[in-house]
């Protein structure tokens, strides 16, 4: 399927990609809210990147996003790699997820009044994952990521996620920064 366009709100258009349609696939049932989603966008006037929450007022799905006990980068924890990404984690077992009418949507700017969507999810922001290539060169990006999920996981599921593994923070970052997806992700 090619890339598609959408309406917003505001009679801009945000475009689904080929890529982004896969990517989506870790987060199942966003996908079908899309359109209705992008129909509630406005986008930012000034061309900046669009991040934003939306009620969509009901019950649209599960948000898997949950606060924790706050750990330290050299705690072990749980990780599971999600199916479509290629870095780990934090993930939670044993708990489940909670229904929300709240979705989030991340989009940018391709054009005047065009957005390309990068990625949406069910439930409220979150900052990016520390190992996002995105966070490089950001301190404070990095910083308010790190914090972030040192005190809050995805509940784990078999369903959108591989094989839990106990790790820590400083283990997974190592692996990410030298890009060396070949080695196992382990406490050492």
């Known amino acids: 399927m090619k890339s598609i366009s959408l309406k917003t709100g505001c009679g801009g258009s945000i475009i689904l ?14 996908l079908d809210l899309i359109p209705e ?7 930012p006037t000034d061309g900046s990147r669009l991040a934003c929450q939306i009620s969509l007022g009901r019950v ?9 006990k706050k750990i330290a980068l050299s705690e072990k924890t749980w990780f599971a790699v ?3 990404r290629m870095k780990a984690s934090r993930v939670i077992p044993g708990e489940s997820p909670l229904d929300t009418d709240i979705v989030t949507i991340v ?27 995105g966070l490089s060169g950001d301190s404070s990006g990095y910083e308010e990521a790190i ?9 784990y599921s078999s369903d959108t996620m591989f094989e839990l ?3 820590n923070w400083d283990n997974i970052l190592k692996i990410a920064i030298h890009n060396n997806y070949g080695e196992r992700y382990e406490v050492k």
Request: net charge negative.
């Open 17 to 30: 990609t080929e890529g982004v349609r896969e990517h989506l696939g870790a987060h199942p049932g966003i």
């Open 37 to 43: 989603i992008a129909s509630k966008v406005s986008l």
């Open 60 to 68: 649209v799905g599960q948000s898997s996003l949950i606060d924790t």
């Open 82 to 84: 999600r199916k479509n």
């Open 107 to 133: 989009a940018n700017p391709v054009a005047e009044n065009r957005y390309e969507l990068v990625t949406a999810w069910f439930g409220i922001f979150a900052p990016k994952e520390p190992w996002d290539p």
């Open 147 to 155: 914090h972030f999920w040192c005190s809050h996981g995805l509940v």
């Open 165 to 167: 593994f106990e790790s």
